[in-house]
C-alpha cells in the first residue's frame, strides 16, 4: 500500500475498495479526508457507491481492500458499536416498543450510564431539538418531522464526534425539508460536529454542506465546495447532474489557455473556457447554466460571440421566465430571465441572438 | 369556534331534506349491511350448526344424563317426597318395585343401571337381575330386594340412585376430577389407584408446554432465517418447512416410528456409529419422548409462521440502528429485535399450546402408556366405556383450561397484537 498525506484527516478514506459479488467494484479506489467539524456530504445518483461508503464507515460492511482511519486509528476491524458515531437513518428507525425517552435512553443505557445521568442528558439532546415534551410518546404517536427530529437527538444524546445520516429528510415534504435542513446545519455549527451526509438531493447537497464530494460509477467525480461544484464542474457529469445544464457539443477550433473557441455542428463559433481539454480538434461538450444565458447584447462582454436561437416556448413561473429555445440544431436549450420590471418579453416563433461570458461557458471533455 | 357553530353542535343534525342525519345515515348503509349480512350467512349457518351446537350439546351433555331419571318416575316421586338422610323404608322399595317392572317391560334396566354404575361401580347388574325377577317379586318388597342382594340396603347405592334421580348432576365434573361422594354425600377424593385424571390433565398441560417451548427455540432461528435470507433462497426454505405440512398427518407420524424404533434408523445408525451397544439400544418411542418429538415435529410450521411474517415486517434498520450507536450485537437483539417479535412469539406459542393441548392422533400412535393425553381418555370414553357424560365433562375441561390460557395470553400480551400471518 502506498502512503498516503492524507492520515491528519479526523476520517480518512485510504485507497478504499469495495466489492460484493467479487466480480465487480461498488467502490473503486476512494480517497477522501474529512476534516473534523467539517460538514461533507456524498451525492449521487442511486448505486454510485455514496450509500456503501457510509456503511463501511459505520461498520456494516467491511473494505474489501484499503484502511479507513477514524480520528488516526484503523477501523477497519472495529464492529459498529464500539465505533462511537451517531447515526440519522433513512427511516428514523425508532424503536416502535420504547418511548421516545426510551429510545434515547436506551444508548446511553448500553454505555453503563448511571440513571439520573441518563436522565439528565436525554432531556438536553430532546431539547436541543424542541421535543423535550413529547419524551413519553410512542413514535407511532408522532408526525414524520418529530420522529425525525427525535432521530436527530437519539444521533446526538451520547456526544459522539462523528454523526452520519443516510438521507435523513428524504421522507419529510419539501417545505419541512429545507426546513430542517437549517436546523441539522444550525445543530453542526453550534456543536462542533463532523458531519457525513448522503443525499441524492442535491438542492440539499448544496445548502448545508461545507464540501460536496458527488459520486458516480464507484468514484468521486468531483470534491468541491457547494459553490464550486456548481459554477466550475470539472467533467459533464458534474455539470449535467448539479442543477440545469445546456449541453452544445463540438470541436474545439482554437485553444489559448484560458479561453478557447469551440465550432458547434452546425458551424457556429462560440466562446468557452476549457476545463479538461487537451489540444485542438478535440471533440468537446459546452455546458452553460440556463441563468447566464442572455439574450441583449449590451450585457455581453465585448467581443464575445453571440449565436442566433428561436424561441420555441416561454413558460412564466413567477420569479423566472424559462424560455425553450432551438439553438444549433438542438431543441432543448434553455434560458432563464429574471421577472423583473421593464423586462424583454419573448414569443414563440421570436428569432433572437444569444451569448455568456466565456467564464460561464465550460468546455469539458464528453464522457 | 364561532357562536354560530357551537349553537349547531346542541340542536341534532338534519340533512338539507330536513330527515334526521343518523336515520338518513342509517337508511344508506342500510343496504350495504345487508348484503354484508347475506355474504356472511352461509359461514354463519355452517358455524352454528357444526361448531357451536355440537359444542353446546356437549357442554350440556357434561351436566345432563337422563339415563336413569327417565325411567324411575316412581322412585324420582319417593325421592322428592322424602329429604335426603330420610329412612329407607317400605314405600321406597315399593317404589324402585314399580320402577323396575315398568324397565323389564321396556328392557331400559341396562341403561338406568349403567347410570348407576358411573357412580357406584359394580351395580349394573344389580338392576338387570332385579328387572329380571321383578313381576314375581312379593311385598314386602323391603327383605325381597335384600334377599334377592344385599346391596340393596347398601345407603351408598341408595344415595347414588337419589343423585341419579335428577337429570342434572355435577358427578361428572366430579369424577373428572378424581373426587367421589361418599355414603353421605360428602365429596371425597377417589382412591390412590383410581385417580387418573388430574394427573392425566397435568401431563397434559407439561407436555403441551415443553412441546410449546420446543417448538419456539427451534422455530425462532429458522423463521429469523426466512425472514432475512435473499427470496430465492427464502422460498426454498419455506417449501422445506411447509413440505411435512402437506403430508398426511399419519404418513409423518409413521415416518416417525419407523425412525424411532427400537430397531429403527436412528437407533441402528447409532449402533453403527458405536455410541450405545446393541443391547443398549434406546426407547425413543412409545413413550413420553415419542409424543414430543412427533409432535414437535407436526406442530412446528404453526410457529414458524407467524414468527415469519411477524420478522419480515421488521426492517433490518432498527438492529442497525442501535449497533451503530453503541449496542453490542446481543443487546441489540434482546433489547431492539426479540420484543418487537413478541407478538409472533405469543400467536405461534399459543396456537401450538392449544393444538397440542387437544392432540389425539400422534399420542396414540407413538405415546405408548406415559406418553398419552387427556384427548386420548376422551376418545377412549366415546368409543369404548361409552361414558358419554364424563367424556363431555373432561372436554368441558379442557376447553375450560385452554380458554383460561387464553386469557392470561390477553393479559399479558394482548390479543390484538397476536399476528398469525
Known amino acids: ?367 | 369556534m364561532t357562536d354560530a357553530t357551537a349553537d349547531l353542535s346542541h340542536a341534532p343534525l338534519t340533512t338539507a331534506d330536513g330527515r334526521p342525519l343518523k336515520a338518513a345515515l342509517a337508511e344508506s348503509l342500510a343496504v350495504r349491511r345487508r348484503r354484508a349480512f347475506l355474504l356472511v350467512a352461509p359461514l354463519f349457518l355452517f358455524i352454528l350448526i357444526s361448531f357451536i351446537v355440537p359444542i353446546g350439546q356437549m357442554l350440556l351433555k357434561s351436566v345432563y344424563n337422563d339415563g336413569f331419571s327417565a325411567h324411575v318416575p316412581a322412585l324420582s316421586a319417593w325421592f322428592d317426597a322424602n329429604p335426603p338422610g330420610s329412612a329407607i323404608d317400605e314405600t321406597a322399595y315399593a317404589a324402585l318395585h314399580a320402577d323396575l317392572v315398568e324397565m323389564k317391560r321396556n328392557k331400559t334396566a341396562g341403561v338406568a343401571g349403567t347410570r348407576v354404575n358411573y357412580d357406584v361401580a359394580g351395580t349394573r347388574s344389580l338392576f338387570t337381575a332385579a328387572a329380571r325377577g321383578a313381576e314375581k317379586m312379593e311385598p314386602p318388597y323391603k327383605e325381597a330386594f335384600l334377599k334377592l342382594d344385599k346391596k340393596w340396603g347398601d345407603p351408598n347405592v341408595w344415595r347414588a340412585m337419589r343423585s341419579a334421580a335428577s337429570p342434572f348432576t355435577m358427578d361428572f365434573y366430579l369424577a373428572a376430577n378424581d373426587l367421589k361422594r361418599d355414603a353421605e354425600g360428602a365429596i371425597v377424593p377417589v382412591p390412590e389407584g383410581q385417580a387418573v385424571y388430574k394427573k392425566l390433565m397435568l401431563r397434559t398441560l407439561t407436555l403441551s408446554l415443553e412441546i410449546t417451548a420446543i417448538c419456539l427455540l427451534i422455530g425462532f432461528p429458522i423463521a429469523h432465517l426466512l425472514a432475512t435470507l435473499p427470496m430465492r433462497k427464502a422460498m426454498l426454505l419455506m417449501i422445506f418447512v411447509l413440505l411435512p405440512f402437506w403430508t398426511s398427518l399419519l404418513v409423518r407420524t409413521t415416518a416417525w416410528m419407523v425412525l424411532l424404533q427400537q430397531q429403527g434408523v436412528l437407533n441402528d445408525l447409532l449402533v453403527w456409529i458405536g455410541v450405545i451397544d446393541d443391547k443398549g439400544r434406546i426407547q425413543m418411542i412409545y413413550n413420553q419422548m415419542g409424543t414430543i418429538i412427533a409432535m414437535t415435529h407436526i406442530l412446528l410450521p404453526f410457529t414458524i409462521l407467524p414468527l415469519y411474517s411477524v420478522m419480515k415486517t421488521i426492517p433490518p434498520s432498527y438492529v442497525r440502528a442501535a449497533r451503530s450507536l453503541g449496542a453490542t450485537s446481543w443487546t441489540a437483539f434482546r433489547r431492539v429485535y426479540l420484543p418487537q417479535t413478541l407478538p409472533g412469539v405469543g400467536a405461534g406459542g399459543l396456537l401450538v399450546f392449544i393444538l397440542a393441548m387437544g392432540y389425539y392422533i400422534t399420542p396414540a400412535l407413538v405415546g405408548g402408556a406415559d406418553g398419552q393425553m387427556i384427548s386420548n381418555l376422551i376418545a377412549f370414553h366415546m368409543q369404548k366405556s361409552l361414558n358419554w357424560s364424563l367424556a363431555a365433562a373432561l372436554a368441558a375441561q379442557l376447553l375450560i383450561v385452554v380458554l383460561i390460557f387464553f386469557w392470561i395470553y390477553d393479559r399479558i400480551v394482548g390479543i390484538d397484537k397476536m399476528k398469525l400471518g
Not at chain 1, 447515526?87 to 436506551?106: C, G, I, K, R
Open chain 1, 1 to 367: 500500500m502506498t502512503a498516503t498525506t492524507t492520515d491528519e484527516g479526523f476520517v480518512v478514506f485510504d485507497h478504499v475498495q469495495k466489492s460484493y459479488d467479487g466480480e465487480t467494484l461498488v467502490v473503486k479506489d476512494l480517497n477522501l479526508s474529512i476534516a473534523k467539524g467539517e460538514f461533507l456530504t456524498m451525492l449521487g445518483p442511486s448505486g454510485s457507491g455514496k450509500t456503501t461508503c457510509l456503511m463501511m464507515l459505520a461498520g456494516f460492511e467491511t473494505a474489501t481492500n484499503g484502511r479507513i482511519l477514524l480520528d488516526g486509528t484503523n477501523i477497519n476491524e472495529l464492529p459498529p458499536h464500539k465505533r462511537g458515531i451517531g447515526m440519522v437513518f433513512q427511516n428514523y428507525a425508532l424503536f416502535p416498543h420504547m418511548t421516545v425517552a426510551e429510545n434515547l435512553s436506551f444508548l446511553l443505557e448500553v454505555r453503563g450510564m448511571g440513571k439520573a445521568e441518563r436522565e439528565a442528558k436525554v432531556m438536553r439532546a430532546l431539547d436541543m431539538v424542541q421535543m423535550g415534551k413529547f419524551a413519553h410518546r410512542r413514535p407511532a404517536q408522532m408526525s414524520g418531522g418529530q420522529q425525525q427530529r427525535v432521530a436527530l437527538a437519539r444521533a446526538l444524546v451520547f456526544d459522539p464526534a462523528l454523526v452520519l445520516m443516510d438521507e435523513p429528510l428524504g421522507a419529510l415534504d419539501k417545505q419541512l425539508r429545507e426546513h430542517m435542513q437549517f436546523e441539522i446545519k444550525h445543530l453542526h455549527d453550534s456543536l462542533g460536529l463532523t458531519v457525513v451526509y448522503v443525499t441524492h438531493d442535491q438542492g440539499e447537497a448544496l445548502t448545508m454542506s461545507d464540501r460536496v464530494a458527488v459520486f458516480n460509477d464507484g468514484r468521486i467525480q468531483q470534491l468541491a465546495p457547494p459553490d464550486e461544484l456548481y459554477e466550475r464542474p470539472k467533467n459533464s457529469f458534474v455539470a449535467g447532474f448539479i442543477g440545469e445544464n445546456n449541453k452544445l457539443p463540438g470541436t474545439v477550433e482554437e485553444l489559448d489557455g484560458e479561453k478557447c473557441l469551440v465550432r458547434l455542428a452546425t458551424g457556429e463559433i462560440i466562446d468557452a473556457t476549457p476545463v479538461n481539454i487537451r489540444h485542438k480538434g478535440q471533440q468537446t461538450l459546452v455546458s452553460i447554466r440556463p441563468e447566464r444565458v442572455e439574450f441583449k447584447p449590451e450585457m455581453m462582454p465585448p467581443g464575445a460571440h453571440m449565436i442566433g436561437a428561436e424561441v420555441l416556448e416561454v413558460i412564466y413561473m413567477g420569479d423566472i421566465f424559462r424560455t425553450r429555445m432551438k439553438v444549433a440544431g438542438s431543441t432543448d436549450f434553455v434560458m432563464k430571465s429574471r421577472n423583473t420590471i421593464g423586462q424583454t418579453k419573448l414569443h414563440p416563433g421570436q428569432h433572437v441572438k444569444i451569448g455568456w461570458h466565456p467564464a460561464d461557458a465550460r468546455a469539458l471533455e464528453p464522457m
